[in-house]
């Protein structure tokens, strides 16, 4: 009998890429004003769940979402902009 233990590495190899690449790091970064936006907004969600929300907590939602919104808002225009600079290959703008 086999055991699955002898099998492990070949299912499951122990490798260096486990860690985030620096690529993948720099993309986290990138994109924390958004996780942080969506983090509050969840927050503030998470908040009313049990009971009626009141005026300020109203105001705490709109202002989450708002917030969210223009961070998304900066990323898209991050990377159209990103985008639009950089050229397509065979000429293609």
């Not at 690449?21 to 009313?48: G, R």
């Not at 009626?52 to 907590?57: A, V, W």
Request: avoid cysteine; charged fraction near 30%.
């Amino acid at each position: 009998m086999k055991s699955i233990a002898a099998l492990h590495d070949v299912v499951t190899p122990w490798s260096d890429g486990l860690e985030p690449s620096d690529a993948e790091l720099d993309a986290i970064e990138w994109e924390m004003p958004l996780i942080l936006a969506d983090v509050d907004l969840i927050d503030a969600e998470i908040a009313v769940l049990d009971r009626t929300p009141s005026e300020l907590d109203e105001r705490r939602i709109r202002r989450a979402r708002r917030k969210k919104l223009a961070a998304r808002r900066v990323l898209l225009n991050q990377a159209a902009t990103a985008a639009a600079t950089t050229s397509m290959p065979g000429g293609a703008a």
